[in-house]
């Protein structure tokens, strides 16, 4: 009988094995799937399963907007006009003068002309600082401006003010093409001489 004992704490041991394996086995498998749940979320809020051409439309929409605030930014608006004292109802004037003078044949004549020129306008210094940018640009357009003057022209009583109305047209129109803003409100002759 001693041995009918050991037999039957053997069978009350198998079970027990048995419990302990199944006990582990659920543990693992129960974590194996929270592991599994929490990558599939994590896929699916960062967007791994929407379809190709809907990643690629949120991608060109995205890509999109930031090209046009890129381009927002890069297009500052125009300069502003600048007022006289805090509470002042007229534009302040600011001047420039452009260094180097201005030189050119009359057509048909054998005269020349030769003149100083200084720009004016109510905007800030942004204006002047474009006029500098462009210097060469603006020394070119007043000089083929000046080039069409012809002899008869230069008789009239009002061709400097007709003359500095076309060079400031043409200043506009130069500083319009390359920064998209002109903001010359009056030209002077600081010097006119014609030989």
Known sequence: M?????ATEEVEEAPKKKK???LILVIVL???????????GTLFASGYFEHKSEAAAHEKVDEL???AEDAKEATPEGPEKVKKGAEATRFENSYMQIDKEFMTNITGSKK??????????????RVFDNVKKHEFAIRSGILDVMRQSTDA???KPEFRTELAAK?????????????DFGGI??????SFVMQ
């Open 65 to 67: 907007e930031k090209e």
């Open 30 to 40: 129960a974590s194996i799937i929270v592991i599994a749940g929490v990558v599939m």
């Open 153 to 155: 022209d230069t008789l």
């Open 185 to 190: 409100e009056d030209v002077f002759f600081t």
């Open 167 to 179: 060079i400031k047209e043409v200043v506009n129109q130069i500083l319009m093409k390359y920064e």
């Open 2 to 6: 001693a041995d009918a004992a050991p």
């Open 20 to 22: 302990n394996i199944l």
């Open 112 to 125: 020349v002309m030769v003149v100083q020129i200084a720009l004016m306008t109510h905007y800030d210094d």
